[in-house]
């Protein structure tokens, strides 16, 4: 590793740990050349998961905009962010074990609406209600139907 410092390619790692839930590991350097410490981390480098969108657009996967979805059905609701979390969470356990390079953003959708559903159902209807783009109250009740079946 070169140094930023002083440009030298001889460094010593004099410390070594995993950080992020073991996903990466975090390493303390020192420059054999000026005596500076510097840190490194080192991740694996995957490919990015590409979301196939309703216009056949691609755009990369962003977490963010799950949580946001998440965050707007249950707001004013007695879901906790820990709650939300751990939701995304297993969405993207989900995704990611099926090793796809794309995904269709209606898959997301499903496996988001299959999670919020026993997390709480007005969140569920609220966010069927945006996902589905209920058109009239029939649709709307349907969907109160299938919630109460």
Not at 83 to 100: A, G, K, T
């Amino acid at each position: 590793m070169k140094c930023p410092f002083c440009g030298n390619d001889d460094t010593r790692v004099v410390d070594s740990r995993p950080v992020e839930d073991n996903n990466a590991i975090r390493r303390r350097r020192v420059c054999d050349n000026c005596g500076k410490r510097f840190t490194t981390y080192e991740k694996v480098e995957t490919v990015p998961l590409m979301v196939i969108k309703k216009d056949m657009n691609r755009e990369k996967y962003d977490r963010s905009k799950i949580v946001a979805g998440v965050v707007r059905a249950c707001h004013k609701r007695p879901v906790s962010a820990d709650q939300i979390n751990n939701l995304v969470d297993s969405v993207e356990v989900e995704i990611f074990n099926r090793e796809l390079r794309e995904i269709e953003s209606s898959t997301i959708g499903e496996l988001v609406m299959n999670k919020i559903k026993d997390l709480d159902p007005v969140a569920y209807v609220r966010f069927a209600s945006v996902y589905r783009e209920f058109k009239d109250v029939n649709t709307f009740m349907d969907e109160l139907k299938k919630i109460l079946e």
